[in-house]
């Protein structure tokens, strides 16, 4: 079984700063992408960053110059450090992962999500 837990939301003002993690832990061979989502009050569910399984970095256009990911292998963690933050960032949080569990298993996991406020 693998699981990922989120961590680092939180209540910021505009212009600030803050810095999630999302932990993989459990049956883990592999790692093949890694995937920060989030969610705003009545949005649909939105990609904003993350590692392709071709280890290319991606953001959405609107958080492009402001967030950045990083990831620590030996970890099996992944970091959004958000700056310049937006009211409009206000949103869920939630981590997304491909991982190989086993020889040839692959699932797609999901964390428990992260609350983002940012206040004006």
């Known amino acids: 079984q693998v699981q990922l837990t989120e961590s680092g939301g939180g209540l910021a003002q505009a212009g600030g700063s803050l810095r999630l993690s999302c932990r993989a832990s459990?049956?883990?061979?592999?790692?093949?992408?890694m995937i920060w989502y989030r969610q705003g009050p009545g949005q649909p569910r939105e990609r904003v960053a993350g590692f392709t399984s071709d280890g290319l970095l991606k953001y959405a256009d609107s958080v492009k110059g402001r967030f950045a990911i990083s990831r620590d292998n030996a970890k099996n963690t992944m970091y959004l450090q958000m700056n310049s933050l937006k009211p409009e960032d206000t949103a869920v949080y939630y981590c997304n992962a491909h991982v190989e569990d086993q020889p040839f298993s692959y699932l797609e996991v999901w964390g428990q999500g992260t609350l983002v406020t940012v206040s004006s």
């Open positions: 459990g049956s883990i061979l592999s790692i093949n992408a």
